[in-house]
């Protein structure tokens, strides 16, 4: 009679079978959830990423600030938590010695205070070792943040006139084609310029270093034209045009919009004449032997007309 030990064969396939399965379904799920964080789901922000450049190309430049404020939020974090590692327990003799503690208890505390060090050395030995192993960055991510990196681009290089250029264009049929010579359009907007004087002579003195000297410049201006709601619009040479497009606006916010453009200059003015940085060219040798009594001015003006609105050039370089 075999019955017993069939039965037993039977059960032990049965486990088996069901031990299979069980490491099978785990296997599943590692796999899903690995498959999930580093493919998957990288895939869909890039996908919104992408959405969100077509409709709106401006918000490439939002998308990348955030993208900048969390990688400075996690390097805080891992910098806070590389500190609490090295925060150690100071003057153990004298904490001892202020406590009226009885001798067990004293040596418990000696116990407890070598048990935290030993704990922190470890721990801020396991941190050394992972900060000079740190491993790269997946391909998605790196894929990801180059996504951005090419929508902040194109939004800084077209800039808001040129908006409007690349939504139509990603907006399109399936074809990958680029059409930037779009109809123009009429629009109602306040020009402003900031000439450089004197520019001819730095540049024929500073030569490579005039870059730097009009880079400067451009940091304040440009800075001071985003906080009053205007644009630059491009950079020719030594004068900088600036837009306040009216278009679209009702008539208390274009007097608004008219206000802050003639503010938006006086504060560029003073703010050049008050710059540290501008003000070391005053004690430029070769600019003060050409230039006697030199310092940086700008000569601004404002208009305020109907204009066209459009993209400039050919298929090789558009303005």
Excluded at 81 to 99: C, H, N, T, W, Y
Excluded at 141 to 155: D, M, P, R
Aim: proline residues 3%; charged residues 25%; aromatic residues 6%.
């Amino acid at each position: 009679d075999r019955r017993s030990g069939s039965r037993m064969e039977a059960s032990l396939n049965i486990a088996q079978t069901l031990f299979i399965c069980f490491l099978l379904g785990v296997g599943a799920v590692t796999f899903s959830n690995d498959a999930n964080e580093y493919v998957l789901r990288p895939i869909e922000r890039m996908i919104a990423n992408i959405d969100k450049i077509r409709n709106n190309p401006l918000a490439a430049m939002t998308i990348g600030d955030e993208e900048t404020m969390r990688a400075d939020e996690s390097t805080e974090k891992k910098k806070q938590s590389r500190k609490s590692f090295d925060v150690m327990p100071e003057g153990e003799e004298a904490l001892i010695r202020q406590m009226s503690m009885s001798f067990m208890e004293q040596q418990t505390f000696r116990n407890k205070f070598r048990a935290r060090a030993r704990i922190c050395c470890s721990c801020r030995r396991r941190q050394q070792r992972k900060q000079s192993h740190d491993p790269e960055p997946m391909e998605t991510v790196v894929l990801e943040k180059t996504i951005i990196k090419i929508g902040s681009l194109l939004a800084l290089g077209f800039g808001e006139a040129g908006a409007e250029i690349i939504a139509q264009n990603m907006k399109g049929d399936n074809s990958a084609t680029l059409n930037a010579m779009t109809p123009g359009r009429n629009v109602q907007a306040i020009f402003g310029i900031c000439s450089v004087r004197n520019f001819v002579d730095t540049t024929e003195i500073l030569r490579e270093q005039v870059m730097i000297f009009v880079n400067q410049i451009a940091g304040i201006v440009h800075n001071t034209i985003h906080e009053f709601f205007g644009s630059p619009n491009q950079n020719i040479g030594d004068a900088f045009v600036l837009a306040w497009c009216l278009s679209g606006h009702p008539p208390n916010k274009q007097a608004k919009l008219a206000d802050m453009a003639l503010v938006s200059l006086i504060k560029i003015v003073a703010a050049v004449n008050k710059s540290a940085v501008l003000g070391e060219y005053r004690g430029h040798a070769a600019i003060a032997r050409r230039l006697p009594h030199y310092r940086v001015r700008l000569g601004i003006a404002l208009h305020s007309a109907a204009a066209i609105e459009g993209a400039v050039g050919s298929e090789f370089k558009v303005d």
